[in-house]
């Protein structure tokens, strides 16, 4: 026992201490390298604090208009989508999993597409673009719930769930693609959007992501107990006091409204999902208490380091961030298959 | 024991029969098709349209991307599949012998705009229309083996990297069409206008540093496009240069890079596409700090204009120039 939460307590430590290397590191790179010492200084400034010498002009203005908020940004997508990712393979018991299983990917890339093809979008303090994301991804996921539950009539298999979830986001991703096609001027920003868009994060869109992503984090991290006790089977979880039904029920709607409000930012972004838990298991061992907090550390720091990798790499030119994650993570995950095999 | 041969010989005959039968019938020729194909041998009567001298021009042998094209008679029944051949087209005078443009050919207005697609080509949507000569910027779908077959005559004319692409565009478009004075005509007319713009900035501008916006995730152009080598005859510096080796022509830079190179001129190519404007430029994190947006040198461009090599670049060159000058 006393082994298990000194491994938890250091693996959080480790992953805390990552996510603030790479924020500090992704903070002070970029096209304009920043010195470290100036940035604190400007950020205390800000508070009111007189300290060492702050940025000039532009500097102060591309650290807090722009780098700033998305570093910050790209951290909070990243650990949701890393833990959702584990939540969804937790509650389907699947390694499979990732947090676009149920239609969310599909129903915002069909709100995406049908905005950037129909709608006007620069309404509103963020456009309309992210709203019709979020609204489509949480559509998805309740499609694909109702499907999935009046299928199973009761007997409330996760199969089913899982089942529809693929129906609906093939039926919806075609949809997308129907609309996409017959509005080819907009190719460009649909793509662009689809492999992973962070290059217009600014303060707006990060407030209002942040009471989804709060409460989405909260009910995750409540339930990683309960998780683990759903891991050794239903029957079992209910003579242990856990109502399987609404512990599930309660985790999808948690991941998938963070999963929502991730991609309505961020566009399609993948692998963060699906890899981070996995590697989590593989160094920090299987239970869900240690596996979504060390997620969600985690996969901010994978995201904001492929961040700045998608911007430093070709600059001043941007790669697609979808890009770099399946680049880096791809071969990273099939290495770590060869060495060790599943983990649940 | 015959009467299987028999079956089988009558089965033979049958077949025989059908099989002469669409020999005969693909290989009709001359006239009028009644399936509304057309023929390799132009012998229909000549076109009604008036032009400088017609017959004498023809038959002609022009030279596109796709290589040596030979018209025998001045086309009459031409489908432009590119928005920027159809407005040279038009300027040449040929628009009479337009009979089809695909849907994004928006200018002149009096252009017949038909559904075909300019993207995804439908060779035999293309060939409903009986064209004699078919004008295209890039060939998807196998549309010049398509429309080779058929036969019908097709002049490939990709996106012009350079002025005098464009010229040679014009010119290749006024052999075609019988109307080579005219094409001349209206390449000089553009050659004059944007030297004219050019010699009307001041000395001044000349290095200032101009930012092209294709779409408001900053999607760019280099100088090594068409739009990107008019601002090199101004003399200014494109700052999606610095881009240039990895992206092909059309990097998308970051805000922070566009924020910290502060460009002096703005050029916004998504008026139409994406609805920026000035205001909303100036509205970005961090824009409102730039030379550009601080002094108002911002051109709304119009998205069309900017993205086709036709004779408007005139227009889009005295646009900038206008910009330049009003220090």
């Not at chain 1, 999993?97 to 979008?121: E, K, S």
């Not at chain 2, 108002?296 to 069309?304: F, H, L, M, T």
Request: net charge neutral; hydrophobic share 50%; with cysteine.
């Amino acid at each position: 026992m006393d082994v298990v939460r000194r491994q938890r307590a250091s693996a959080l430590v480790v992953a805390g201490a990552l996510l603030l290397l790479a924020v500090l590191v992704a903070t002070s790179r970029g096209v304009t390298p920043l010195p470290t010492g100036g940035i604190v200084s400007t950020l205390l400034r800000e508070v009111g604090i007189d300290v060492g010498t702050p940025l000039g002009g532009v500097d102060a203005r591309v650290l807090l208009d722009i780098r700033l908020p998305r570093v910050l940004l790209v951290a909070l997508v990243g650990g949701v989508l890393a833990l959702a990712g584990a939540s969804y393979q937790g509650v389907f018991r699947n390694p499979l999993a990732d947090p676009y299983l149920l239609g969310a990917a599909a129903g915002a890339g069909l709100g995406a597409t049908l905005v950037i093809a129909y709608a006007p979008q620069g309404v509103g303090p963020v456009g309309t673009l992210p709203i019709a994301a979020f609204v489509g991804a949480l559509a998805g996921v309740g499609l694909a719930y109702g499907l999935g539950t009046a299928a199973a009539r009761g007997q409330g298999g996760s199969a089913t769930l899982l089942l529809a979830g693929v129906a609906v986001a093939s039926f919806l991703t075609a949809l997308q693609t129907l609309v996409q096609q017959s509005n080819t001027d907009n190719l460009r920003q649909v793509y662009g959007w689809i492999l992973g868009q962070l290059g217009t994060a600014d303060w707006p869109q990060l407030v209002m992501v942040l009471p989804y992503m709060a409460v989405s984090t909260a009910v995750m991290l409540f339930s990683a107990r309960a998780l683990d006790v759903l891991a050794v089977g239903d029957d079992e979880a209910t003579t242990l006091g856990i109502r399987p039904r609404r512990v599930r029920l309660a985790v999808l709607v948690a991941a998938s409204l963070g999963t929502a409000a991730a991609v309505a930012v961020s566009g399609l972004i993948g692998f963060v999902g699906l890899v981070v838990p996995h590697v989590v298991r593989r160094l920090a061992g299987g239970s869900y208490r240690t596996v979504l907090p060390v997620s969600l550390l985690g996969g901010a720091a994978f995201l904001v380091g492929a961040d700045l990798l998608a911007r430093t790499v070709i600059a001043p030119g941007e790669l697609p961030i979808g890009v770099v994650t399946a680049f880096v993570g791809a071969p990273f995950f099939a290495a770590l298959l060869r060495v060790g095999g599943w983990s649940s | 024991m015959h009467r299987p041969s028999r079956t089988l010989s009558r089965r033979a005959a049958v077949a025989a029969v059908v099989g002469v039968a669409v020999a005969g019938l693909s290989s009709c020729g001359g006239g009028s098709s009644v399936s509304g194909l057309p023929d390799a041998t132009v012998t229909q009567s000549p076109s009604a349209s008036a032009s400088a001298s017609p017959t004498a021009a023809f038959p002609v042998t022009v030279t596109a991307a796709n290589g040596e094209v030979t018209l025998d008679e001045q086309p009459s029944r031409i489908v432009s599949l590119s928005p920027s051949a159809t407005e040279m087209l038009f300027a040449i005078g040929a628009g009479v012998q337009v009979t089809a443009v695909d849907d994004n050919s928006n200018y002149p207005a009096e252009a017949p705009k038909t559904k075909l697609s300019a993207f995804q080509p439908n060779a035999e949507a293309v060939a409903g229309y009986d064209p004699d000569l078919v004008v295209y910027s890039n060939d998807a779908n196998g549309l010049k083996a398509a429309l080779t077959k058929l036969g019908v005559p097709v002049l490939e004319l990709p996106a012009a990297v350079t002025l005098d692409d464009a010229y040679a565009q014009i010119s290749t478009l006024g052999q075609a069409t019988g109307r080579v004075d005219d094409a001349a005509k209206v390449t000089q007319e553009m050659k004059d206008r944007i030297a004219a713009a050019v010699a009307s900035v001041p000395p001044s501008a000349k290095g200032q540093k101009v930012y092209h916006e294709l779409d408001q995730t900053f999607y760019s152009v280099t100088s090594s496009t068409f739009v990107g080598s008019i601002y090199a005859q101004f003399g200014l510096t494109n700052i999606a240069d610095g881009a240039k080796d990895a992206s092909g022509g059309y990097p998308q830079l970051s805000a922070e890079y566009v924020v910290t190179q502060a460009p002096d001129l703005v050029v916004l190519a998504d008026t139409k596409c994406c609805k920026q404007s000035a205001a909303t430029l100036a509205k970005r994190p961090g824009f409102s700090g730039i030379p550009a947006v601080k002094s108002g040198r911002v051109v709304e461009g119009d998205d069309d204009i900017a993205s086709r090599w036709g004779p408007r670049v005139a227009d889009f060159a005295e646009s900038v120039a206008k910009e330049l000058s009003e220090q």
